[in-house]
Nanobody, 127 residues
Framework: VQLVESGGGLVQAGGSLRLSCAAS????????MGWFRQAPGKAREFAAA????????VYADSVKGRFTISRDTAENTVYLQMNSLKPEDTAVYHC?????????????????????WGQGTQVTVSS
């Protein structure tokens, strides 16, 4: 499995960015794709996830209403549209593929529930 992120950069507070994650190497049907972020000196934290088949989504409270996760199953790509960015959103953003298939009632949102990770893309929000 290969996950390659792109789209990071420097943006002013209040601005927007769209991250992309190109996935390859296996079928993703039935699994979840997530976006996580890690700021310097902090633990990696969940931002958003999407179920590959039905497109069900889940968000961290800190990004709800500002970030939108989506996927293009034909292109095997997952996106994270980030609006109203804040300086505290500054981090390296990683996409990840879940270890197990998506459950009936929940989508994976914990770091240990994801088995494959991309190298990350830096997002810096200036005040």
């Amino acid at each position: 499995v290969q996950l390659v992120e792109s789209g990071g950069g420097l943006v002013q507070a209040g601005g927007s960015l769209r991250l992309s994650c190109a996935a390859s190497g296996r079928t993703f049907s039935g699994y979840a794709m997530g976006w996580f972020r890690q700021a310097p000196g902090k633990a990696r934290e969940f931002a958003a996830a999407i179920s590959w088949n039905l497109g069900r989504t889940v968000y961290a409270d800190s990004v709800k209403g500002r970030f939108t996760i989506s996927r293009d199953t034909a292109e095997n790509t997952v996106y994270l549209q980030m609006n109203s960015l804040k300086p505290e959103d500054t981090a390296v953003y990683h996409c990840a593929l879940s270890r197990d298939r998506v459950g009936l009632y929940n989508i994976q949102s914990r770091v240990y529930e994801y088995a494959y990770w991309g190298q990350g893309t830096q997002v810096t929000v200036s005040s």
